[in-house]
T-cell receptor, first 111, second 111 residues
């Protein structure tokens, strides 16, 4: 099993640009999570999908952030427009029961 | 939500056992105790979880106090590859996504 796949692994962009992060969950998992990790705030849950449906998006910082899950094998997290304070490592995780499996993360730097 | 308290950091010698403590004095009867770890530059990784009884798996053992107000993650023979941040997390039994992440314990292994 390849595990959770995220792309890109690193992204450097300029303030105001659109950023799209991608995630392929583990096959057969019905839950998908997007997290953000910074030194100041630690690991924060942004949004949780179950069976491709967003269940809890209360962690999404503001309207500049949006997430989609068009099918069971793909999800995106979009930031438009990006700001320097969005710089962080973004993790995608998937689960079929009580254990979450994390991807390697995308390190985002907004200049 | 119930919170966990962990030491910021701990040091141990290679090939010796490590006991990582966690206090959760406000735990409720429906909270599971989960442990994850995060190796440098990687996503978090599941280690073990339990409810009331002690648990063992190939990675570690989890010892839960009788009153459930504290628990200890035991690495029986630490290696340099076990150097990571270890997170003690409470999860409600009826939730498969509400993991409240704290700051964790940074485990340093000395050769």
């Amino acid at each position: 099993d390849a595990g959770v796949i995220q792309s890109p692994r690193h992204e450097v962009t300029e303030m105001g640009q659109e950023v799209t992060l991608r995630c392929k969950p583990i096959s057969g998992h019905n839950s998908l999570f997007w997290y953000r990790q910074t030194m100041m705030r630690g690991l924060e849950l942004l949004i949780y999908f179950n069976n491709n449906v967003p269940i809890d998006d209360s962690g999404m910082p503001e309207d500049r952030f949006s997430a989609k899950m068009p099918n069971a094998s793909f999800s995106t997290l979009k930031i438009q427009p990006s700001e320097p304070r969005d710089s962080a490592v973004y993790f995608c995780a998937s689960s079929s029961d009580r254990v979450q499996f994390f991807g390697p993360g995308t390190r985002l730097t907004v200049l | 939500d119930a919170k966990t308290t962990q030491p910021n950091s701990m040091e141990s010698n290679e090939e010796e056992p490590v006991h990582l403590p966690c206090n959760h004095s406000t735990i409720s009867g429906t909270d599971y105790i989960h442990w994850y770890r995060q190796l440098p530059s990687q996503g978090p990784e599941y280690v073990i979880h339990g409810l009331t009884s002690n648990v063992n798996n190939r990675m570690a053992s989890l010892a839960i106090a009788e009153d459930r107000k504290s628990s200890t993650l035991i690495l029986h023979r630490a290696t340099l590859r076990d150097a990571a941040v270890y997170y003690c997390i409470l999860r409600k039994v009826d939730s498969n996504y509400q993991l409240i992440w704290g700051a964790g314990t940074k485990l340093i292994i000395k050769p």
